[in-house]
């Protein structure tokens, strides 16, 4: 940033922000306008990361840990690295220079405090070069414990890494080839595939499966190349999987289905009225919300994210059309100054990991402000991750 222009210079940084500060930035953004939001001036913007990430009761706890921080043992490492962290976050604690020197000096042990500040060194990096040498000075006369840090090393192999000492033959690597594919096969069904080349060093494979000239691997059954292993569908693989049951889960829904309805008819039609945003099950309503983190919605391309006004409070919301329904934190809930409403039936909502939570409770004519203009939008309170309210397809089909 020395070189940066002072023009640039929030444009260049901002540029470098992710997760939940860039969801930030998008909101300041979102208020301002681009231009004007890069337009900032520099020291303004400091002071807006200060005010968001930096307020006066984290400085405090700073404050007090920094000049209550002592230094664990021999541990002269762990103790330079949270004194210089420290000191960036506290800079008014640090200036003059002296007093940082104080600082560092005061949180030393005692077996080496004394030496160090009678050598009435000028600068903080001196006075952390000394505290070094007397620190090992001290650990090599059993006065103080070895350093853990010291005594590590990043070469030494771990216990579960496989060494290689130069002398593995062929029939070595054939042994491990075999114990691992002992391992995969206690977890493949009779039509799984299996490769064509098992083990160069046996000559191929060597079992009785036909050969398919769709995937070029052994299998017997139906071909499952492009197939998903969760839904049994085509077109996608499991890990894009949007489905809220697997395969077999999907294969017993059908089946209760005709049951379902014969039930529903004896009960009569009393039980269809007087329903309350789309719950009109006697057994309650069925929603699914793929609650999802921060990091898988910015590469899902069935979503969308960022920051709005809800109420007055900015939240952070997902846009997913996998979701039946609106769904709000129980913690914004609580935030907001409107009262929940009964409905008249309990609301199920299915997760994508296959859990279930119930609710009870609507949260009615909440103000959801967009690109300027204020819509009116009823969330369920439940319990979410990492969005403060989910607007599901009961939203963005009506708008």
Request: hydrophobic share 30%; proline share 5%; aromatic share 6%.
């Amino acid at each position: 940033m020395c070189e940066c222009p002072e023009a640039l210079r929030v444009k260049f940084s901002t540029g470098t922000l992710e997760g939940i500060a860039l969801t930030w930035w998008k909101a300041q953004v979102q208020m301002l306008g681009l231009a004007a939001a890069n337009a900032t001036p520099w020291n303004d913007f400091k002071e807006l990361i200060k005010e968001e990430y930096c307020n006066h009761d984290d400085i405090h706890k700073l404050e007090v840990e920094f000049f209550n921080l002592k230094m664990p043992g021999s541990e002269i490492e762990a103790y330079t690295k949270r004194s210089n962290e420290l000191a960036i976050l506290c800079p008014t604690m640090v200036d003059p220079p002296i007093k940082r020197i104080e600082l560092y000096l005061k949180g030393l042990v005692p077996e080496i405090q004394s030496h160090a500040t009678s050598a009435n060194l000028g600068t903080v990096q001196q006075v952390i070069r000394l505290a070094h040498r007397l620190t090992d000075q001290v650990v090599e006369q059993n006065r103080l414990p070895k350093r853990i840090s010291a005594t590590a090393t990043s070469y030494a192999p771990s216990d579960n890494k496989r060494k290689w000492d130069g002398t593995s033959s062929k029939g070595s690597t054939s042994a491990q080839s075999q114990s691992q594919q002992r391992k995969t096969d206690q977890f493949k069904s009779p039509g799984q595939q299996f490769p064509s080349s098992q083990n160069q060093s046996q000559g191929g494979y060597k079992g009785n499966h036909p050969k398919c000239n769709r995937c070029n691997l052994h299998h017997s059954g139906q071909c499952n190349k492009g197939r998903c292993h969760r839904c049994n569908k085509l077109g996608h693989a499991a890990k894009e999987c949007r489905s809220p049951y697997p395969a077999n889960q999907n294969r017993q829904q059908q089946q209760q289905a005709p049951q379902n309805q014969q039930q529903q008819q004896q009960q009569g039609n009393g039980n269809n009225g007087g329903n309350n945003g789309g719950n009109n099950d006697g057994n309650g309503a069925r929603g699914r919300a793929f609650v999802i983190g921060q990091g898988d919605a910015r590469i899902d391309p069935n979503v969308v994210m960022g920051k709005f006004l809800l109420d007055d409070f900015f939240v952070t919301v997902l846009f997913d059309s996998g979701a039946d329904t609106s769904y709000v934190s129980l913690k914004v809930s609580q935030m907001l100054k409107r009262t929940s409403t009964l409905m008249n039936t309990k609301h199920i909502v299915e997760l994508v990991n296959g859990k279930s939570l119930e609710a009870t409770h609507i949260v009615k004519g909440c103000n959801l402000v967009l690109a300027g203009q204020t819509f009116s939008i009823d969330p369920i309170p439940i319990v979410l991750g990492s969005f403060d309210i989910v607007i599901g397809m009961d939203w963005l089909s009506q708008h």
